[in-house]
């Protein structure tokens, strides 16, 4: 497997198909706009699902349509909200996102932060009313397209425990981080406060295969499983990254979700912790997301930077390696040979996700492309 031809998850011929990447991104936008999306709200919107896929993270692509089409249906998220902001500075706004897709309310608030950087040195940009998002990532890769330092984060329903608890009150609460270098790719951080979020063992579902232990426990505290069982609906709880006990640093992965919630949550003025709701309803989500944009020229010129970070992934990828390991990769590096792969080649689609989201198109007239 080359750089030239590199897949972050290789995709076995008879589960799935290929689809090229603007034709599935056109299709999602058709329809999203079917349901009276805005066609701008519904170009972004749909380019962050696609971006997941493109990136290796099916868990946040296209086998998410369903989930905004039924908040959509149900009446809780709004096609055409009234974005508005609420308080502003030279350096700082919040928005009230009047709980429309969480994409579009996101991408003016990006909008803002790289503005506000680029003429005061840095833009923070808080956000309520807000619906899920899509790949923390794709915020910060926006920003870091701009030449900015990124930091993006939001929370999410409830799903996981704090460490020493059996109950959903914290949200997976990711965060990116983006850094440009001089060389490509750029620095891209974007995970979960948890093991793993809860789509991605909704993919292991899909597929029927067992996860792995220490992701998910059950009421009763031990250890799951069998994905149909690791579900929400079905009681599964997941763990902070770390896992179940401090021995591993589960403690940390706690305290780093409590940082995010801090930011996302409390300080925007959104729902909070067990408040917030599910995409679909039956009540508005209210999601928080808080994003900051830094200009690096505050500090030293760009170019200086550049060839920092440049020589930082230089000493990182010269690291001795572990019998068990090829090569050190850096944050981002994958998903991003990922995406020129599978722009060449096609984007590969879960052949259950493709029957469910053919069928969503169907419904409103849109055909799935060939």
Same mark, same amino acid.
């Given at each position: 497997?080359?750089?030239?031809?590199?897949?972050?998850?290789?995709?076995?011929?008879?589960?799935?198909?290929?689809?090229?990447?603007?034709?599935?991104?056109?299709?999602?936008?058709?329809?999203?706009?079917?349901?009276?999306?805005?066609?701008?709200?519904?170009?972004?919107?749909?380019?962050?699902?696609?971006?997941?896929?493109?990136?290796?993270?099916?868990?946040?692509?296209?086998?998410?349509?369903?989930?905004?089409?039924?908040?959509?249906?149900?009446?809780?998220?709004?096609?055409?909200?009234?974005?508005?902001?609420?308080?502003?500075?030279?350096?700082?706004?919040?928005?009230?996102?009047?709980?429309?897709?969480?994409?579009?309310?996101?991408?003016?608030?990006?909008?803002?932060?790289?503005?506000? $950087? #680029?003429?005061?040195?840095?833009?923070?940009? =808080?956000?309520?009313?807000?619906?899920?998002? !899509?790949?923390? /990532? %794709?915020?910060?890769?926006?920003?870091?397209?701009?030449?900015?330092?990124?930091?993006?984060?939001?929370?999410?329903?409830?799903?996981?425990?704090?460490?020493?608890?059996?109950?959903?009150?914290?949200?997976?609460?990711?965060?990116?981080?983006?850094?440009?270098?001089?060389?490509?790719?750029?620095?891209?951080?974007?995970?979960?406060?948890?093991?793993?979020?809860?789509?991605?063992?909704?993919?292991?579902?899909?597929?029927?295969?067992?996860?792995?232990?220490?992701?998910?426990?059950?009421?009763?505290?031990?250890?799951?499983?069998?994905?149909?069982?690791?579900?929400? $609906? #079905?009681?599964?709880?997941?763990?902070?990254? =770390?896992?179940?006990?401090?021995?591993?640093? !589960?403690?940390? /992965? %706690?305290?780093?979700?409590?940082?995010?919630?801090?930011?996302?949550?409390?300080?925007?003025?959104?729902?909070?912790?067990?408040?917030?709701?599910?995409?679909?309803?039956?009540?508005?989500?209210?999601?928080?997301?808080?994003?900051?944009?830094?200009?690096?020229?505050?500090?030293?010129?760009?170019?200086?930077?550049?060839?920092?970070?440049?020589?930082?992934?230089?000493?990182?990828?010269?690291?001795?390696?572990?019998?068990?390991?090829?090569?050190?990769?850096?944050?981002?590096?994958?998903?991003?040979?990922?995406?020129?792969?599978?722009?060449?080649?096609?984007?590969?689609?879960?052949?259950?996700?493709?029957?469910?989201?053919?069928?969503?198109?169907?419904?409103?007239?849109?055909?799935?492309?060939?």
């Amino acid at each position: 497997m080359t750089e030239e031809l590199f897949e972050k998850v290789p995709a076995p011929p008879e589960d799935y198909i290929r689809v090229p990447a603007d034709k599935l991104k056109e299709f999602v936008k058709k329809v999203f706009m079917a349901y009276d999306v805005p066609e701008e709200d519904a170009e972004v919107t749909a380019d962050v699902l696609v971006a997941a896929d493109l990136r290796g993270i099916e868990s946040h692509g296209v086998q998410r349509l369903k989930r905004y089409i039924d908040g959509l249906k149900n009446g809780v998220v709004k096609p055409r909200p009234n974005i508005k902001i609420v308080r502003e500075g030279p350096t700082y706004a919040l928005i009230d996102g009047d709980f429309g897709l969480g994409q579009p309310i996101s991408w003016k608030a990006v909008k803002i932060a790289i503005e506000k $950087a #680029k003429k005061n040195y840095i833009g923070m940009v =808080g956000v309520y009313h807000s619906n899920h998002h !899509g790949i923390e /990532g %794709y915020w910060v890769m926006k920003m870091v397209e701009e030449d900015l330092i990124g930091l993006a984060t939001t929370n999410t329903r409830p799903l996981a425990a704090p460490t020493g608890g059996l109950a959903r009150v914290i949200g997976t609460n990711p965060i990116a981080f983006g850094a440009p270098t001089k060389t490509p790719p750029p620095l891209i951080v974007d995970m979960a406060s948890t093991i793993v979020p809860s789509g991605k063992i909704e993919v292991y579902r899909r597929k029927a295969k067992p996860i792995p232990e220490g992701w998910v426990v059950g009421p009763d505290g031990k250890y799951i499983t069998d994905p149909e069982k690791a579900m929400p $609906a #079905k009681g599964g709880i997941l763990l902070p990254l =770390g896992g179940l006990y401090e021995l591993m640093g !589960g403690h940390k /992965g %706690y305290c780093l979700n409590l940082i995010l919630e801090v930011l996302s949550g409390v300080l925007t003025g959104s729902a909070l912790s067990y408040d917030v709701g599910p995409t679909q309803g039956p009540k508005p989500s209210n999601v928080g997301h808080f994003f900051l944009a830094i200009n690096v020229e505050a500090f030293m010129p760009l170019d200086k930077f550049k060839e920092r970070m440049d020589e930082l992934i230089k000493r990182l990828k010269s690291t001795p390696l572990h019998p068990e390991f090829k090569r050190i990769w850096i944050p981002g590096e994958k998903s991003y040979l990922t995406t020129q792969t599978r722009l060449k080649i096609g984007v590969p689609v879960y052949k259950k996700v493709y029957e469910e989201i053919k069928k969503i198109g169907e419904e409103v007239g849109v055909k799935f492309p060939e």
